[in-house]
């Protein structure tokens, strides 16, 4: 039993950082349409910019809050650059570019780094979370930094008239455009905010993989697997997703003979080709009620 | 009177395909204009035009101001709403997120909460279904909503493309009577798109027909109504 609820918990903090990662995903899905491939990259090349401020002697915090500022800018800049050019252009020209983008992050990461693998410090400790076997403080942490930063996430959507504004962009642009709303900026925005979540994912994760340049080729196929699980069309469904997928790699690991740690990858791709089968809009994929 | 809105050779495209070939007319400040013409006249096509939504040539002139190659959010914050076919409601939020919507490039926090209430003044029923996700609205509330939206933005002119589209004939009356009254009491300058143009040129004091792109006749609204081939072609007696 121990094991079990051990393992659930384990499940939760991962998918902490999965639920992240969709995210980002969805929002970014949200505002172009398209699946950014190259989103782990991006919250890979984050926790270097963290890693390296932390070299220079900036403390944890604040080299936190500055990686995200540069985060977010970095993530405008990627779409004034690379993606509003292609706004127009066929689904294939878009994936070409998500793919471009991967390979170069990847590859500049690696250059200006190296590939060896880094130990990434944790402000929280690596301890029993309240004395308890069953967490440590870092799960702990990555847990409730998630929840903080999806509560702020609900709150700046709900309540906030830039949050409204770029719900309605990415609901109807043509809409948005007639009341005035700047969409191509909303767009840009929103590629910034999904840049800053990725950094924070990016951030929480890297002391249990890990740095290197390609820390987040798997937790991106989760954060995939989490944002389809909980429909691509739903912010709320990529974090609930998020945590399923966490908890049931767990399991799926340690109670499915034969699967173990090798295999628990292959377990995300059939989860997202099942949910695409039998429940393409996912579990919290967009309803919409409509009368004529 | 002066011209609040001047629109001088409008000539519009579709790729390669011509839409408008040479629109001339204004709209008097003040007016309530009506637009008629046949499917494919040309219509829509003409309101999309002013909000740079499709590619066009000529001069738009607003306020005396020409529109250029403005965006069309930037137009839009110019003071021009368009309510467009359709009445492009967001379906998946409140009727009371769609009125903030309208208003969302204003800067009055206090005039808006005021204009909401005066929305809910002219419009009692979106005010019964105010945390209603618009798109449970029935087609009329939908189109009431649409105008309230528009009306947000406390614009100078108002583009609305065939607001009695797919609606009951007696909501139709109400809602002409309520752009009628948004006319005269908020001095809104008024353009409406109709197929249905009997009740189009009972509410209009202007009109003008358009037939494949061309503006064929112009005039006041009653002169229109009593001209032989409009009654023959558009009021089908």
Not at chain 1, 61 to 69: Q, V
Not at chain 1, 235 to 263: D, K, Q, R, S, W
Not at chain 2, 2 to 8: H, M, R, S, Y
Request: with cysteine.
């Amino acid at each position: 039993m121990e094991l079990f609820i051990n393992q659930v918990l384990a499940g939760v903090a991962t998918g902490a950082i999965y639920a992240c990662m969709a995210l980002a995903v969805v929002m970014i899905y949200q505002a172009i349409d398209h699946l950014n491939f190259a989103q782990g990259e991006m919250a890979m090349f984050s926790t270097f910019i963290s890693w390296q401020l932390m070299q220079w002697g900036v403390p944890y915090w604040w080299a936190f809050l500055l990686t995200l500022i540069i985060s977010f800018a970095g993530g405008i800049l990627i779409e004034r650059v690379l993606f509003k050019p292609l706004a127009k252009a066929p689904i294939l020209t878009n994936v070409a570019g998500f793919i471009a983008l991967f390979a170069i992050i990847n590859s500049v990461a690696g250059l200006t780094w190296d590939f060896t693998i880094k130990q990434y410090p944790t402000p929280f400790g690596s301890s029993p979370f309240l004395g308890s076997q069953l967490i440590s403080t870092h799960q702990a942490g990555m847990i409730g930094v998630t929840l903080l930063m999806l509560l702020g996430l609900y709150l700046f959507f709900q309540f906030t008239r830039i949050g409204l504004a770029m719900r309605a962009a990415a609901a109807l642009p043509e809409s948005a455009r007639l009341v005035g709303i700047n969409t191509s900026w909303m767009i840009a925005l929103g590629w910034g905010m999904a840049s800053a979540i990725g950094a924070v994912a990016g951030i929480l994760i890297a002391p249990v993989v890990f740095l290197e340049p390609n820390m987040m080729g798997g937790v991106l196929v989760y954060g995939f697997a989490a944002a389809v699980l909980g429909g691509l069309t739903s912010p709320l469904g990529a974090v609930v997703g998020g945590f399923l997928v966490g908890v049931f790699e767990n399991l799926a690991g340690t109670y499915i003979p034969g699967v173990g740690n090798e295999l628990k990858l292959p377990i995300a791709l059939a989860l997202i080709i099942t949910v695409l089968v039998f429940k393409p809009a996912g579990l919290f994929g967009r309803a919409i009620v409509k009368r004529v | 009177m002066t011209a609040l809105l001047n629109i001088k050779d409008l000539r519009a495209y579709y790729g390669q395909v011509q839409a408008l070939h040479g629109l001339n007319f204004s709209l008097n400040e003040g007016s309530l204009t009506t637009l008629l013409g046949a499917n494919g006249a040309g219509k829509t096509t003409t309101l999309r035009a002013i909000c740079n939504m499709v590619r066009s040539t000529g001069a738009i002139e607003f306020e005396g101001a020409p529109l250029g190659s403005r965006s069309t959010e930037s137009i839009v914050r110019l003071g021009i709403a368009h309510v467009p076919q359709g009445r492009g409601t967001f379906t998946t939020m409140t009727v009371e997120e769609n009125l903030q919507l309208g208003a969302i490039s204003r800067k009055d926090s206090a005039g808006i909460v005021s204009d909401i209430e005066r929305m809910y003044a002219h419009f009692p029923v979106l005010k019964q279904r105010y945390t209603q996700q618009a798109g449970t609205l029935s087609g009329g509330e939908q189109q009431m909503l649409a105008v309230a939206r528009a009306l947000m933005l406390r614009p100078r002119l108002m583009l609305l493309d065939e607001p009695s589209f797919g609606l009951a004939p007696l909501i139709v009356r109400d809602l002409f009577k309520i752009l009628g009254k948004i006319n005269r009491e908020d001095k809104v300058t008024i353009l409406v798109v109709e197929q249905n143009a009997q009740l189009a040129l009972e509410l209009a004091d202007q009109a003008y027909v358009i037939e494949t792109g061309r503006i064929v006749m112009s005039g006041n609204a009653k002169d229109i109504a009593n001209n032989e081939d409009v009654r023959k072609s558009y009021l089908g007696y």
